[in-house]
């Protein structure tokens, strides 16, 4: 598996909420190595669940930074087991879990700089972070932050038009401003602040990497139609931010070439170059080779849907970001939290801990549910802001249980009614030629994917791949290699295989039903 790379490769990494998982892809386009170490099982030492820990106050959640260095030194250390020919790197990229912080201590920057080869990172930046426990994108706590930030700048609908998004708990700005108010001493030992992704290049890099457009648009921080950081939003989140932050940079940029840790320790080339990394949704965008009019349905760790936009359309719902791909465009997201980890939990009690068990109460059962609808959060809800677990029987009573296949019915197609309807308020319409492009963990089953194209009343295409965001991001570094030809992404996926047909909506679905 390993071998084949003769004309060369690149590589794309996602450091994603459960795992840092990486696929290296040839000339040609063709992925010949995926692999990937899940911080739950292959890190137990960390004690996460789900890649986190949630705090006591069910509000916070955070994953140890130096889980992520050491899951990464753990990858290296697989592939080069397996023979990998670090050698035939011609460029990587790398995508992140989005909103995700970083706190690099100061001096940090020096210890990247001077990182010794006989050593794997983990040991040598254990004592470059200020803050040992980075906020992800699953925590909800800064709600206090976001209504002043939105005070700051005119109320929620001025902040969606400068930054695309009115404020989000989980968005950097406000996650940077809980942080420095709480615990100012550590933030003010803080030399730079990164995003999951631009910290994952870093390492690489071995000295600071900027953030991307892309990515950048997830803090409340960026104009994204000037590409510049908002002194507005800066100020009223936290001292001294834009030093902290650095210049973001568009997607596509080549930031340098990989450190000469990777070129002793792994036999990487010398000046094989390093593509700004970038959000794991973006990164799918690019790895599903999204086209306009495409709906892109993640089914990762949470459940995302995004689209290609043209113009940017702020709205209060969902958030507007700089498309990775085409700095000119823009790309719509809505991001649901009670996704994989919520089916797997229902997964566990009603069909015995089995995704078989699972897909077989999804056959065993009716499109429609026999009028049977459930909305299940166990934790607080990005879209719409709920919890709780809601069932409806047909004649639209509440009511407190169902069968265990109607309850799995009930789930899946309450998560993409949700879906569905989230979308349309935000103007978005299935027209007879809409492709859905379905990717993540959950895009492996079938049964999921039928609901699916029942409930939008459309085609759902899958790639060879779950790991699109590696995908996209392996892309990204082909891309960046041809940085000076001038050629666009279109052009330089011309060979990438297209997605591949998985499921259509049964006979009698209409598009006008949900
Ligand atoms: N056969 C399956 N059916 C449904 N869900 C699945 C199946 N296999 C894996 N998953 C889900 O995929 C999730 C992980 O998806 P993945 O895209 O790898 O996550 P992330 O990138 O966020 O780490 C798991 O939490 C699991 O619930
Ligand atoms: O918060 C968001 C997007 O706004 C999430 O989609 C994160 O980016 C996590 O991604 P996964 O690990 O679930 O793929």
Same mark, same amino acid.
């Given at each position: 598996? *390993?071998?084949r $790379?003769a004309g ?6 996602d ?9 290296a892809?040839?000339t ?7 692999d990937?170490?899940?911080?739950d099982r292959?890190?137990?030492e960390?004690?996460?669940q ?7 106050d069910? !509000?916070?959640v955070t994953s140890?930074?130096?889980m992520?260095?050491q ?8 592939m080069k ?8 790197v011609?460029a990587?990229?790398?995508a992140g879990q ?13 210890v990247l700089t001077?990182l ?8 040598q930046?254990?004592a470059?972070?200020s803050?040992?426990?980075?906020p992800?994108w ?9 209504r002043?930030l939105?005070?700051?700048v005119g109320?929620?609908h001025?902040?969606?038009c400068l930054?695309? =998004?009115r404020?989000y ?11 420095s &108010?709480?615990?100012?001493? *550590? ?5 730079r602040i990164?995003?999951?992704?631009s ?9 600071y990497a ?5 990515d950048? =648009?997830g803090?409340?921080l960026l &104009? @994204? +139609?000037d ?6 939003c800066?100020s ?7 030093e ?7 997607s596509l940029?080549?930031?340098?070439a ?5 070129? &002793?320790r792994?036999?990487f080339?010398?000046g094989c170059?390093?593509v700004a990394?970038?959000?794991?949704n973006p990164?799918?965008l690019?790895g599903?080779?999204?086209?306009e009019?495409?709906? $892109?349905?993640?089914l990762?760790? =949470?459940?995302t !849907?995004f689209l ?7 709205a209060?719902e969902?958030?507007i ?7 000119q ?8 939290? #009670?996704?994989?980890?919520m089916r797997?939990?229902i997964r566990d009690?009603s ?7 699972f897909s ?8 429609g #549910?026999g009028g ?6 166990d934790?607080?809800?990005i ?5 709780g ?5 047909a004649g639209n ?8 296949e109607v ?5 899946v197609e ?5 879906k ?7 103007g978005?319409r299935?027209?007879?030629k809409?492709?859905?492009?379905a ?6 089953n079938k049964? @999921?994917?039928?609901?699916?194209a029942?409930?939008?009343g459309a085609?759902v295409?899958v790639?060879?791949t779950?790991n699109?965001?590696c995908?996209?991001s392996?892309? +990204?570094?082909?891309h960046?290699? $041809?940085?000076r030809t001038d050629?666009?992404? =279109?052009?330089i996926?011309?060979?990438a295989?297209?997605p591949?047909?998985? $499921?259509i909506p049964?006979?009698g679905?209409s &598009?006008?039903?949900?």
């Amino acid at each position: 598996m *390993a071998e084949r $790379a003769a004309g060369g490769c690149c590589l794309g990494w996602d450091f994603s909420t459960q795992q840092v998982k990486v696929v290296a892809v040839d000339t040609e386009l063709k992925v010949f190595y995926e692999d990937s170490v899940h911080f739950d099982r292959d890190l137990p030492e960390y004690g996460t669940q789900g890649g986190v820990h949630v705090h006591e106050d069910g !509000l916070t959640v955070t994953s140890p930074v130096l889980m992520w260095v050491q899951a990464l030194d753990m990858l290296l250390e697989k592939m080069k087991a397996s023979g990998f020919d670090f050698s035939q790197v011609l460029a990587l990229s790398g995508a992140g879990q989005q909103h995700g912080s970083v706190y690099w201590k100061t001096g940090a920057g020096r210890v990247l700089t001077g990182l010794l080869p006989d050593l794997p990172l983990h040991k040598q930046l254990q004592a470059c972070f200020s803050v040992s426990n980075s906020p992800v994108w699953m925590d909800s706590s800064t709600t206090a932050q976001c209504r002043r930030l939105e005070a700051t700048v005119g109320g929620p609908h001025a902040l969606s038009c400068l930054t695309g =998004s009115r404020a989000y708990e989980r968005f950097t700005g406000n996650q940077i401003a809980k942080i420095s &108010q709480q615990n100012p001493e *550590a933030y003010s030992h803080t030399e730079r602040i990164s995003l999951v992704s631009s910290f994952a290049a870093s390492l690489f890099l071995g000295s600071y990497a900027p953030i991307d457009y892309s990515d950048g =648009s997830g803090m409340n921080l960026l &104009q @994204i +139609q000037d590409k510049v950081w908002s002194p507005v939003c800066l100020s009223a989140c936290a001292p001294h931010l834009e030093e902290k932050l650095g210049p973001p940079v568009p997607s596509l940029s080549v930031v340098g070439a990989v450190s000469s840790y990777h070129v &002793q320790r792994y036999g990487f080339p010398v000046g094989c170059k390093v593509v700004a990394f970038t959000g794991d949704n973006p990164a799918s965008l690019a790895g599903m080779k999204l086209e306009e009019g495409d709906i $892109a349905v993640s089914l990762g760790t =949470s459940d995302t !849907l995004f689209l290609w936009l043209r113009e940017p359309t702020p709205a209060l719902e969902g958030h507007i970001f700089c498309n990775p791909v085409d700095a000119q465009h823009y790309m719509a997201l809505l991001c649901f939290k #009670n996704g994989s980890l919520m089916r797997e939990k229902i997964r566990d009690e009603s069909a015995s801990c089995s995704w078989s068990e699972f897909s077989k109460a999804l056959q065993s059962t009716e499109m429609g #549910n026999g009028g049977n609808l459930g909305f299940y959060f166990d934790v607080m809800e990005i879209t719409p802001a709920v919890t709780g677990r809601h069932r409806f029987s047909a004649g639209n009573r509440e009511v407190s249980a169902f069968p265990p296949e109607v309850e799995i019915r009930a789930l899946v197609e309450g998560q993409f009614m949700a879906k569905r309807i989230h979308a349309e308020s935000l103007g978005y319409r299935v027209m007879p030629k809409t492709k859905i492009l379905a990717t993540g963990g959950a895009s492996h089953n079938k049964d @999921i994917l039928q609901v699916l194209a029942d409930v939008f009343g459309a085609p759902v295409y899958v790639i060879d791949t779950t790991n699109s965001a590696c995908l996209g991001s392996a892309y +990204q570094a082909f891309h960046g290699l $041809a940085a000076r030809t001038d050629l666009r992404f =279109s052009e330089i996926l011309k060979l990438a295989p297209s997605p591949k047909l998985a $499921a259509i909506p049964m006979p009698g679905v209409s &598009q006008e039903d949900p």
